[in-house]
Structures are given as C-alpha cells and as structure tokens.
C-alpha cells in the first residue's frame, strides 16, 4: 500500500470522531454543557490548556506516539495545532457516547505499534468495533518478556515436545 493511502493516527482519529457524531445525531454541546465538562468556559470560547486536553478522549489515543509523554508546556501537543482542532472537534460533538470511549481505551490505545504479525487485523478490529457501536471482546497487543522468562517457557515448550 502506498504512503498516500495510509491512513495517520490523526486521520484515524478524525474519522472514529465523526462516526461518534453521525452515531449521537451530530449535535454539539449547549454552553452549559462545556462548563459542566470543564472543556470549554461559560462563555462558549475554547480553552486550549493541559486540563482540557487531558479531560478529552483524544488524549488517550497517543499510545507509542511522540505525544505519549503527555502535555509540556510550549512544545509538542500544547503547540501542536492539527491536535488542537481534533480535540476541538470532539468538544462541540454531542456527549461522546459510552461505547466510543470503550472503543478508545480498549482497541485504540491497544493497537501493536510493531510489525505485528496479524496486521491489518487489530485495525480492521477498531473500524468493525466503531461500526458495531461496541468494543472487540479481545484486544490483542504486544507486550515485552523478560529474557529468562523467554527461557525458561523455552524449556516448558521442549519438555512438552519431546
């Protein structure tokens, strides 16, 4: 697959927040609803800052990023202004539904960052799950094993082969 038809995490997350749009009926939030929030103030004007990130679902999504490190003042996501229309964007939504928020913290952040072995399936797994409206029962994902336990399950699976 070419380079242009590749889709970002940015495009990925784009497109997950606008399903969750389509799927609420696309309407945003009132003025006090933002303030209930905390995401936006009582005046309707979009506050860009540390706790606004962090209170949005897209601050989630970052896993094996550059941005996993989180919010510094004056570099990365605080000055990053495609990441500062994303989060904007989910703010006007209506209330992100349930299910979108399972989906962001079960599949999304869950996807392998390697070569994984079953690619495309753990993505194809997150489009199906924001389909469906529901999370994957099973997320899989890589995880690092500790040299002498890659031993020693070496010598269980000799054992269980001789």
Not at 15 to 40: E, I, K, Y
Not at 81 to 101: C, D, M, N, S, Y
Not at 141 to 146: E, G, H, L, N
């Amino acid at each position: 697959m070419s380079n242009s038809r590749r889709l970002s995490r940015r495009q990925f997350i784009r497109g997950a927040l606008a399903a969750s749009a389509a799927a609420a009926g696309g309407v945003g939030l009132t003025g006090s609803q933002s303030a209930a929030n905390n995401t936006v103030g009582g005046d309707g004007v979009f506050n860009w800052c540390k706790e606004t990130y962090q209170a949005s679902i897209c601050s989630r999504c970052w896993h094996y990023s550059i941005y996993d490190e989180g919010w510094t003042d004056g570099v990365g996501i605080a000055v990053d202004e495609e990441l500062k229309e994303i989060v904007r964007t989910e703010h006007e939504l209506a209330p992100i539904p349930h299910w979108a928020k399972e989906v962001v913290e079960r599949a999304i952040c869950f996807v392998p960052p390697c070569g994984h072995h079953t690619f495309p399936e753990p993505f194809l797994k997150v489009l199906d799950a924001i389909g469906s409206e529901k999370p994957p029962g099973f997320t899989a994902c890589c995880f690092t094993v500790r040299s002498d336990r890659k031993r020693e399950l070496m010598d269980y699976c000799l054992c269980m082969d001789a």
